[in-house]
T-cell receptor
């Protein structure tokens, strides 16, 4: 099956610093990857769509200058949380789909990154 | 905006009891997907339903897509401790191409 690797699994950083999270599709190419955020005991909220070779598209209410997304290759997308604050503490999960069809195909999720900002 | 709600929010059952979670969308969906997230884990794809009234089974799990394609259900027969987790339905975001919007989720706890 499709494998999506996310790194790091967890990170603790000080307020004001930046944190980079990597998401890799290991056995398939992903022209599109999705970044979600999940607060404890809540659902997944789509933050942005990462597009290979072009700018990411952000969902309403998500600050693009705070959550920088880069999709430099067909197998790697990165999310950088800039100038992190305690309210940014959350579980960030990336996902990708094998299919490039416009029809929804299943998402394969990375293991997620638990970010704690102190 | 588009909303996908699930009920119940939480469910505690004794092992061997049945469990059902219901998913309701504010808009008609072209398809619906179900995911399971174990505690501390990431969502794992279970199934996709496409046709109106479609029913699919995976061992003890039965998935159904409503006739109007606005609701769905997941039924687990004779729950086991391995069924513990949060079950999410997800449907395409209106006008969003491949983007999915996730339901509010139902957390299942199974006690011996």
């Amino acid at each position: 099956g499709a494998v999506v690797s996310q790194h790091p699994s967890w990170v603790i950083c000080k307020s004001g610093t930046s944190v980079k999270i990597e998401c890799r599709s290991l056995d398939f190419q992903a022209t599109t990857m999705f970044w979600y955020r999940q607060f404890p005991k809540q659902s997944l909220m789509l933050m942005a769509t990462s597009n290979e070779g072009s700018k990411a598209t952000y969902e309403q209410g998500v600050e693009k200058d705070k959550f920088l997304i880069n999709h430099a290759s067909l197998t790697l997308s990165t999310l950088t949380v800039t100038s992190a604050h305690p309210e940014d503490s959350s579980f960030y999960i990336c996902s990708a789909s094998r299919s490039t069809s416009s029809y929804n195909s299943p998402l394969h999720f990375g293991n997620g990154t638990r970010l704690t900002v102190t | 905006g588009q909303q996908v709600m699930q009920i119940p929010q939480y469910q505690h059952v004794q092992e061997g009891e049945d469990f059902t979670t219901y998913c309701n969308s504010s808009t008609t969906l072209s398809n619906i997907q179900w995911y399971k997230q174990r505690p501390g884990g990431h969502p794992v794809f279970l199934i996709q339903l496409v046709k109106s009234g479609e029913v699919k089974k995976q061992k003890r799990l039965t998935f159904q897509f409503g006739e109007a394609k606005k609701n769905s259900s997941l039924h687990i027969t004779a729950t086991q401790t391995t069924d513990v987790g949060t079950y999410f339905c997800a449907g395409p975001l209106t006008g969003g191409g491949n983007k999915l919007t996730f339901g509010t989720g139902t957390q299942l706890k199974v006690e011996l």
